[in-house]
């Protein structure tokens, strides 16, 4: 192992969390704010010095080509979120929505769920997995009802039952991997490590591996907002603070989705288990052709960007289900550029709902004349978002379609009127929002435009030019998965 | 294979499955309360009793957990919320005692065939350990599909942690980490739910789940 590697690794892991016991401790909002924001900066830096010094795997955690690129993103999104957030609760004091003292708890829940979601994807064991994803579910529970609305505890209380029931269903599936694996490995620890199980994968049982997926499938399935487990996933979003929706959408879902592709890779080196491809297409297809439909009578501004997530989270699983090194490819860039486009999303999102006091899709419109900034960042995000070129989401489902029509035409139609419908929708929303006659109240918001113009900076570019390096390293992943 | 020591572990772990038949069609919550109780010391006999024949004491911790936090402890809280929040008298509609048996035995028969043919090379003790435990599992899903009351609904899903408990007891020689992590998340879970109900009951008046039904969005417009 990697002496530099393991320090990084650690710091990864002690900082958020050592952040989160100061923060509780923090009276002021304004130092609470700043020590978020420097946390999550030393945390980027410390995932990115990982590129240099790969610390390689022990018991318990490890670093390869598939989680660092997942990693990063994790600690890029959770630094730009925090600047977001640190502008966006200032104008929640102010306005009263919320106490000092909730803040304090926020701030402290905001690093602790960093610390759960880094534990998450650094972990080499699937029992660690499990408990770190179950953590992150408690926080962000408990974040979603943190403005005590009628609305926000019952989206709380449905997130909370359902997520617990995912949760549940992943640990039987857990269970089931390790019984699948003792016989081959042995009693204990290794039975329960990535490298050990991939590597013996092909001689585990698999009638019992396929169960196992089943369970495991439907587990971090509702975690990720598939159809039709995802009832949770507008609630939670339109009711809980927008930097948590941010979050959600941009790092939760695919760190669930991460854990769903880890037991896919399982299935693939054994040649005798279920192929999980199908019933990855079927869950990414419905969530896919659902959530395009159900756009269309969305009301509330953040309910209509989740049913979008869920939209793009189908179109990830449909990708990786289809399998092979273009469509995995596209499924890889599809997970960073819509995690980057949807938190720039939101945090338009979040200032807009301040400006206008309203959530609500009808009261607001002509953005572009009293908000220029958050109107036209709106525009930019939504036409990034439905695919329109020259944004890397045009590239990676371009990638997506043109490797399906190859293989599968049929597939590609429903894919295809699925990316079309949302397309439509979303445009349409957009135009009422952005353009027209503005009317009803108008407060000026301090936004700060920076963490938009860095996520849409990134999306564009991606879309315009992916650096050889990089292209090479998705490659070398995609082979990976299978 | 069929020893004494098999048989008794087969009549533990059924003995989880008729409990959980027990608390489906309990009416008031106070004796819901209560058979959870029993399930949970069913769940610490039945994991006790592996730990002897596996001669794997870190499951007698699992067991003392069990014992502990969810026969005494989770138990008394709860009487304490319904005591407080007034609710302890209240009947709750169970939708027909003789349809949920019905379902519940077809659940049972599911996880039996599903299990069974599944672990044909596994050890016979985990095999039938762990088709009781996915029994337990589903009927604790169907416990929270058939309530509408916020305490039946923890009830439903700690009776399902406990299925899970059984069937990682079951498995051999899985790493302790796992199984304190269930029941440390189970504590978290009643911190989560004990706060929840409170601030329900301050904002809602009502634990029923279908008053708060109709907040949702369709017909909050």
Not at chain 1, 436 to 444: C, I, L, V
Request: charged share 10%.
């Amino acid at each position: 192992m990697n002496a530099l590697g393991v320090i990084a690794m650690t710091v990864l892991l002690a900082l958020p969390a050592g952040a989160a016991l100061v923060l509780v401790l923090v009276p002021g909002y304004r130092l609470g704010a700043r020590l978020n924001i420097g946390a999550a900066l030393f945390s980027l830096l410390a995932a990115i010095s990982l590129f240099g010094a790969q610390p390689g795997a022990n018991a318990y955690l490890r670093v390869d080509d598939f989680n660092l690129y997942l990693i990063v993103l994790n600690n890029l999104v959770s630094f730009t979120t925090s600047l977001f957030s640190a502008s966006y609760i200032a104008h929640e004091l102010e306005s009263g929505r919320l106490t000092p003292q909730y803040l304090r708890f926020y701030h402290a829940m905001y690093q602790a769920l960093i610390f759960a979601m880094n534990l998450a994807l650094l972990a080499n064991n699937i029992g660690l997995l499990w408990v770190a994803i179950e953590l992150a579910t408690l926080i962000t529970v408990l974040m979603v009802g943190l403005y005590r609305t009628r609305a926000a505890l019952e989206a709380a209380w449905k997130y909370f039952i359902l997520g617990s029931l995912g949760i549940a269903l992943a640990l039987f599936g857990t269970i089931l991997v390790y019984l699948a694996a003792q016989p081959v490995i042995g009693e204990g620890l290794p039975a329960m490590a990535w490298d050990q199980l991939l590597a013996h994968a092909a001689a585990f049982d698999p009638a019992l591996l396929n169960l196992a997926f089943v369970f495991l499938l439907l587990g971090y399935g509702t975690k990720a907002g598939l159809v039709p487990l995802h009832a949770w996933l507008p609630d939670a979003h339109a009711e809980g603070p927008t930097p948590i929706s941010a979050v959600l959408s941009g790092l939760l879902l695919n760190v669930a989705l991460y854990a769903v592709l880890r037991f896919k890779m399982l299935m693939s080196a054994n040649p005798a288990a279920l192929a999980p491809g199908p019933l990855m297409i079927i869950l990414g297809l419905l969530s896919l052709l659902f959530a395009a439909l159900m756009l269309y009578r969305r009301g509330d501004i953040k309910r209509l960007f989740a049913y979008s997530s869920i939209e793009h989270m189908g179109i990830i699983t449909f990708a990786f289900g289809m399998g092979g090194p273009l469509a995995n490819f596209a499924g890889l860039l599809h997970m960073a550029m819509h995690s980057l486009t949807k938190s720039a999303i939101f945090f338009t999102v979040g200032h807009i709902a301040q400006a206008r006091g309203t959530q609500r899709i009808s009261t607001i419109c002509g953005l572009t004349t009293t908000h220029p900034a958050l109107g036209w960042g709106l525009v930019a995000g939504v036409l990034a978002i439905a695919g329109l070129p020259p944004f890397g989401v045009f590239t990676s489902e371009f990638l997506v379609v043109s490797s399906t029509f190859a293989r599968q035409p049929l597939l590609a139609l429903l894919l295809v009127l699925g990316l079309l419908l949302a397309f439509g929708t979303l445009l349409w929303r957009l135009h009422g929002m952005a353009f027209g006659e503005s009317q009803g109240a108008n407060t000026p918001v301090r936004s700060s435009s920076l963490p938009l113009l860095l996520h849409l900076g990134l999306v564009l570019v991606a879309g315009i030019w992916l650096p050889e390096p990089l292209v090479r390293w998705f490659q070398h992943v995609a082979a990976l998965l299978g | 294979m069929h020893d004494l020591g098999f048989d008794i572990a087969h009549f533990l772990a059924g003995g989880m499955v008729v409990t959980s038949f027990l608390l489906l069609y309990q009416a008031r919550l106070s004796a819901l309360i209560n058979v959870f109780a029993l399930h949970s010391l069913v769940l610490t006999l039945a994991v006790g009793w592996q730990a002897f024949i596996q001669h794997a004491p870190h499951l007698y911790v699992t067991a003392g957990i069990a014992l502990v936090f969810k026969a005494l402890m989770i138990p008394t809280a709860l009487h304490r919320i319904v005591r407080r929040l007034g609710i302890h008298r209240t009947l709750e509609v169970v939708g027909g005692v003789g349809r949920d048996m019905l379902a519940g035995a077809a659940l049972v028969a599911l996880a039996i065939l599903v299990m069974l043919p599944v672990t044909a090379t596994a050890d016979p003790l985990a095999r039938e350990d762990l088709a009781f435990a996915l029994a337990v599992v589903l009927l604790g899903l169907l416990l929270m599909v058939t309530r509408q009351n916020a305490v039946s609904l923890v009830i439903g899903f700690m009776s399902l942690e406990n299925g899970l408990v059984l069937a990682a007891a079951g498995a051999r020689g899985m790493p302790l980490a796992v199984e304190i992590s269930v029941a440390f998340s189970v504590l978290i879970a009643l911190i989560v739910i004990g706060i929840f109900l409170f601030r329900i009951r301050e904002r809602f008046d009502s634990v029923d789940m279908q008053a708060m039904d109709a907040f949702r969005e369709e017909r909050r417009r």
